[in-house]
């Protein structure tokens, strides 16, 4: 993503951002994100500590490499 511009969707930033708020108390452990993509659904499960997203997937660019 580095030097491609601003993206629809970042699923690792999504998920550090919710479990940040939830280390500040700014929300509960499962909280909705909304992107420029669509809307991610992020829970920090409290028994095995583990991170779950889901959400929407779309194919949006197609390329080919030329050597």
């Known amino acids: 993503e580095r030097g491609a511009g601003e993206t629809l969707a970042c699923g690792t930033g999504a998920c550090a951002t919710a479990v940040a708020c939830c280390l500040n108390n700014l929300v509960d452990r499962h909280v909705f ?3 420029l993509g669509g809307t991610l659904e992020i ?4 028994e095995d500590n583990h991170v779950y997203m889901t959400g929407g997937a779309e194919f949006v660019f197609e390329g080919e490499i030329v050597i």
């Open 43 to 46: 829970e920090w499960n409290k």
């Open 33 to 35: 994100i909304e992107l």
